[in-house]
């Protein structure tokens, strides 16, 4: 039978392929994927073995919670040193660098896996851990739309995929428009990426809200206690980073370690994607223009599409909640990111049976260099 997630999903079609995503439906799209799933039933066999012979839980695993709490102190620590202390400006910089990791590393670990209901068989923790979120001046409701629903259903899709859309900043696709700037762009993002959790927390959640759409899908606007927890998360986030701390410094102050915080907090956010998504070795296919079918299945795209990275390096993989094992979160989003490094070579060794290339950068850097080597190429002429 394969895998059946045991939590509170509602079943989604991609075109013969069946899935389950948390509480929403796949998008409507013309787009559709292969039908053969042969290849996914294979990987859900495999996984399913890997848990019936280690006796291990697929979620609500002990340490997760333990993690969980060593990230929670670090980032009050963070923060009540920053606002509370009265270390002057050299203290309160650093304060500021390590708020923001504390405030990715949020992101990355609790808020990820309780999106994906990964954290826990119970329906309410993951609500409650994916609306830590909120906490950080992002919308777990909208989050929940653009990156589990889209992204993971259509990843690196041009027009369909808004998480490798970034306006006319940057070129990620073949697919997108050129302009002579982009030329520049692998220097110039860099820079650049340190801005979106400001523009996140400021302009984008409430614009998406406004308009009802994410990129080309529409987006039902947020009602009953959805509408609630989207105005008590952004209430509660400006209080924490506003209200309080201007009533306790100069207000350029505290919009300068604003920028410090968020700053660092979006850098890393940023290139951690972009390294398993805008590489070399990720394909960026299209469907047939005229029928809107996909070559590959939903599996093999999502394999295709993305690449590990720095697999070895452990604190690495601590830090950024598994999320250099890509692969591994896309094929199985609901299955708790501490199994992801023991999954990755089971999960290798069944799409090398099948043929289809699995793509993993040994480090970090190799990563990295990938990336820039990547924008370069895309801000060049065709």
Not at 134 to 143: A, V
Not at 297 to 313: K, L
Not at 326 to 332: D, R, S, T, W
């Amino acid at each position: 039978m394969g895998w059946n997630p045991e939590v509170v999903a509602t079943t989604s079609v991609i075109d013969g392929l069946a899935t389950q995503t948390p509480d929403l439906t796949i998008p409507k799209s013309g787009v559709k994927f292969d039908t053969n799933d042969s290849f996914y039933r294979a990987l859900r066999r495999t996984v399913d073995g890997y848990f019936d012979h280690t006796g291990k839980k697929r979620r609500d695993c002990l340490k997760m919670y333990v993690k969980t709490a060593m990230i929670l102190a670090w980032l009050a620590a963070s923060y009540t040193l920053l606002v509370f202390g009265m270390g002057g400006i050299w203290a309160a910089i650093p304060l500021a660098i390590s708020l923001g990791l504390s405030m990715a590393a949020v992101g990355f670990n609790i808020q990820h896996d309780g999106g994906h209901h990964a954290y826990s068989n119970r329906p309410w923790v993951n609500k409650v851990t994916a609306m830590t979120l909120d906490l950080l001046g992002g919308s777990s409701y909208i989050w929940a739309r653009k990156h589990n629903s889209i992204h993971h259903s259509f990843s690196n899709i041009t027009g369909e995929d808004d998480d490798i859309n970034l306006g006319v900043l940057g070129r990620l696709s073949p697919h997108q428009k050129r302009f002579w700037f982009h030329r520049f762009q692998h220097f110039y993002l860099w820079i650049l990426y340190g801005f979106l959790p400001a523009k996140w927390q400021i302009l984008d959640d409430f614009v998406n809200v406004a308009v009802g759409k994410i990129g080309a899908h529409r987006l039902p606007r947020p009602k009953g206690w959805d509408l609630v927890t989207f105005i008590g998360g952004k209430a509660v986030f400006f209080t924490l980073a506003f209200v309080i701390p201007f009533m306790l410094h100069p207000w350029w102050y505290v919009l300068m370690l604003y920028f410090v915080v968020t700053y660092f907090q979006g850098l890393v956010l940023s290139v951690v994607f972009q390294l398993a998504h805008a590489v070399e070795d990720a394909e960026f296919p299209m469907p047939d223009k005229s029928t809107g079918r996909m070559e590959k299945s939903w599996a093999e795209h999502q394999v295709e599409t993305t690449v590990d990275f720095a697999r070895g390096n452990r604190l690495l993989s601590w830090y950024i909640g598994g999320l250099n094992f890509q692969i591994e979160h896309h094929l199985f989003a609901q299955v708790c990111h501490i199994h992801y490094p023991a999954l990755a070579p089971v999960i290798e060794n069944t799409c090398k049976e099948f043929g289809i290339r699995y793509t993993s950068h040994r480090t970090f850097r190799q990563g990295v260099r990938s990336h820039f080597r990547w924008l370069r190429r895309m801000g060049r002429q065709d």
